[in-house]
């Protein structure tokens, strides 16, 4: 069965290149402003490529104010487990059309890669499904496992519906396991499984002394600058080597076990190579402390202050200004307590307030952090069947970043486990200009997805 599907999935690679080019073409941006009759002419694309695989009961999942669902289904392997497969058809904003290198909806191949916004990020993911579905489904009539399938189109500005989406049809979504193609690999041909999710805990914050801005030469010395207050304050939140200042702020953070150790050290990620990789300007210092930039990266608390707003450049005077604004956040790792984080963030805020200046805070939000158990039966089944795919030696990984629908979808499946595998890689752009994959990448990944559900299928 597996081995009449690994030849169709190998023989029809560049029909999925044609399939992923097609919805490139679609500008199925989903922010504010950007056309939502894309979004919809997109979904009907996914749709069709969902019922050219072979897949049942392909339909639109409406709920009100969002964009199309898609979802199909296959499910006649009886006593098999199910599994949910997810991606999303929306796309970012291109960014500076300028420094694309080839139209960003144009699909262009250039040195093995095919850039173009959302060939990534993650209209790969929907093909990836739909090719791996379709080598069993067109050559042996039947998959190893049941298999229901969700692609949505608002994951790039938030999915604020989802919940509305689980409430309406929880039933109808309900599986196993989750298999969500929206992560990425560690390097180019190197199959990673993301197991571990940064959380967010952010907010506005206004720092204010004056009613009005006033003239600093008539004004400036005895009065307070809320400028300069909200700058002791932000610097109060780094100690000299870059780590959280806010007591407290560290404890019960999950420690990496033994294969994440393992895992990492064997990416040999280098403090050089993480300069190249971020541009960092020469002379400027990695901070964070003793550990390593992954760690860091993917498993510690970072603080980040995003914008600052006093005055503006067109605008600038001399004045004390009334007032200054900014958002910032902590990124939070597993086991930490974002209610908690939140109240020590605000406190800590507070109790470096200089001059007896008034603070505010508005606009909290949080997200959470996410992990799962690397040591299980499903991730070791998962490894083996990536690593097969790709010809490598399967890695765990974890990411800065946050994917918040991930625990939700989990939770509302009774801890359903997820598998978080993509195409993307360090030189994909996901959401910046020349966006693009691998071809080869992409390839592997449809051909560890044929036997990642044959692997499942055995538990």
């Not at 158990?373 to 490598?392: E, H, I, N, Q, V």
Request: aromatic share 6%.
């Amino acid at each position: 069965m597996i081995k009449n599907a690994l030849r169709y999935a190998e023989k029809h690679q560049e029909q999925a290149v044609r399939e992923l080019c097609e919805l490139v073409k679609i500008p199925s941006c989903s922010f504010p402003g950007f056309p939502p009759a894309e979004l919809t002419r997109a979904a009907h694309a996914v749709c069709g490529l969902m019922k050219k695989s072979g897949l049942e009961h392909v339909r639109f999942l409406q709920v009100p104010g969002a964009p199309p669902y898609v979802y199909a289904d296959w499910l006649h392997a009886s006593g098999k487990p199910t599994l949910l497969l997810y991606a999303h058809y929306d796309v970012q904003p291109v960014g500076n059309v300028k420094k694309w290198k080839s139209p960003p909806y144009k699909p262009t191949v250039r040195a093995g890669r095919l850039f173009g916004r959302g060939t990534a990020d993650d209209k790969a993911g929907a093909v990836i499904h739909a090719a791996s579905v379709a080598a069993y489904l067109k050559t042996c009539g039947r998959l190893p496992l049941n298999v229901k399938i969700l692609i949505e189109g608002e994951e790039e500005c938030g999915g604020s519906h989802l919940s509305g989406l689980l409430k309406r049809f929880k039933s109808l979504l309900r599986s196993d396991v989750l298999v969500i193609a929206d992560s990425g690999n560690a390097e180019t041909g190197l199959p990673s499984l993301t197991t571990s999710l940064r959380g967010l805990v952010a907010m506005d914050v206004e720092v204010s002394a004056l009613d009005h801005s006033l003239h600093s030469g008539m004004w400036g010395g005895p009065l307070p600058d809320p400028v300069q207050a909200l700058s002791k304050m932000i610097a109060s939140l780094s100690l000299p080597d870059g780590r959280i200042a806010i007591p407290g702020i560290h404890k019960g953070i999950r420690p990496l076990n033994a294969l994440e150790k393992k895992s990492y050290a064997s990416l040999r990620y280098s403090d050089g190579l993480l300069r190249k990789q971020a541009a960092m300007l020469s002379g400027t210092k990695i901070i964070g402390g003793k550990a390593t930039a992954l760690e860091k990266m993917w498993r510690l608390p970072s603080v980040s202050v995003n914008a600052i707003q006093a005055s503006s450049r067109k605008e600038v005077s001399n004045v004390v200004n009334g007032s200054v604004w900014c958002r910032m956040g902590i990124r939070t790792v597993p086991d930490m307590d974002n209610a908690r984080v939140l109240r020590l963030f605000k406190a800590h805020l507070l109790k470096n307030a200089p001059w007896g200046v008034k603070v505010s805070f508005s606009n909290e939000g949080t997200g959470p952090w996410w992990t799962t158990d690397s040591d299980s039966k499903l991730f070791c089944s998962a490894r083996k069947a990536l690593s097969a795919g790709y010809g490598r030696e399967a890695v765990c990984v974890g990411t800065g970043g946050s994917i918040p629908f991930v625990g939700e979808l989990s939770e509302a499946f009774g801890g359903a486990p997820a598998l978080l595998i993509g195409v993307e890689d360090p030189a994909s752009n996901p959401h910046s200009e020349n966006e693009s994959l691998d071809l080869g990448d992409l390839k592997k990944a449809v051909r560890a997805s044929v036997r990642l559900y044959d692997e499942l299928s055995k538990i």
